[in-house]
């Protein structure tokens, strides 16, 4: 068969499982991103985050992440809540009201590999969600998904940034995106002005270690005093930077049944609750049943 029409295909039923969006591009060097986050990781910008300095070839070179892979299977899932937590109430990311989205993606496209291997060829495949170090912005982008909006998060046309990027590396040829998204932030840089924290040193370059999405996950140690108060009643992530962008004003909600907002995130008390069980609701398992279908 055309490797126009398998891949066509294979975008096809990326959709029908439930994506927002499917690209497919090669696994070629990424060499500006690399040479971006080189710089980033110069200039200190990581933090305590010292895992982004490791395995810097296969950032760099997905082919070397899964060995004989030729391809590269983005896709976008979108994550917009129907509903959000009330401003007084504590603050959750709007990616974390659901069940953890790495199995949730890591299922679908678990799902797509079998298609593929039973509808199109015999093939090897390997699905990433923020697991390794696999550049998924970058790969999104050469896959025609978006652009990097001065937040540095992925911006999708139709989906905004509200999505989760998953990747399946797989060791066939497909036909490669072509067309580039042109940069849609123009003169708008409503992310930069609203960040409370001033994280966002210069369009596409952050400091995570002013980031509050950083200091209230990943940071270790104390929070510098200056930046306590800037935090406000945020305990996990932050949203301003996408709260605040157009393209997530007309996104529609998603309806990904393991995504839907569970109660408990909606009603915590900080006085009942620690850190540690705040990660362990946020990182809880989706259920799945005998059809498929989770919650
Ligand atoms: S997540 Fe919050 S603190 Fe971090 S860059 Fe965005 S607005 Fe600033
Ligand atoms: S808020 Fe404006 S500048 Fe920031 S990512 Fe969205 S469109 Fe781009």
Redesign the pocket.
């Known amino acids: 068969m055309h490797l126009e029409t398998i891949t066509k295909q294979i975008i096809a039923q990326a959709l029908e499982i439930g994506f927002s969006e499917c690209g497919v591009t090669d696994t070629k060097p990424l060499d500006d991103e690399s040479k971006h986050l080189k710089n980033w990781l110069k200039l200190g910008y990581n933090g305590t985050m010292k895992y982004m300095e490791n395995y810097f070839d296969k950032r760099h070179n997905p082919a070397l992440l899964v060995e004989q892979s030729k391809s590269a299977i983005v896709v976008l899932l979108n994550y917009k809540p129907s509903r959000t937590i009330p401003a007084d109430k504590p603050q959750v990311s709007k990616y974390a009201y659901g069940t953890d989205y790495h199995f949730v993606v890591k299922n679908r496209l678990t799902q797509l590999l079998q298609w593929i291997q039973k509808e199109i060829m015999p093939c090897r495949g390997v699905a990433f969600v923020d697991s390794a170090p696999v550049l998924e912005k970058a790969l999104a982008v050469k896959a025609g998904l978006g652009w990097i909006g001065k ?1 540095s998060l992925l911006v999708n046309k139709k989906y905004g940034s509200m999505t989760f990027i998953g990747t399946l590396f797989v060791d066939i040829s497909l036909h490669y995106n072509k067309q580039i998204e042109p940069d849609g932030c123009g003169n708008c840089q409503r ?1 930069i002005d ?4 001033k ?2 040193v210069k369009p596409r370059i ?1 400091d995570a270690t002013r ?3 950083y200091l209230n996950k990943t940071h270790k140690g104390d929070v510098p005093q200056s930046l306590k108060s800037l935090i406000g009643n945020r305990i996990w992530g ?1 949203d ?2 996408i709260d605040v962008c157009p393209y997530n004003k007309k996104t529609p909600p998603h309806n990904i049944p393991e995504l839907m907002p569970k109660d408990e995130i909606f009603s915590l008390n900080l006085n009942t609750i620690s850190k540690r069980q705040l990660k362990k609701l946020i990182m809880r398992q989706p259920q799945y049943n005998q059809s498929g279908t989770g919650s």
């Open positions: 937040n992310c609203h960040c409370p924290t994280a966002i952050i980031c509050i999405s932050c301003t930077c």
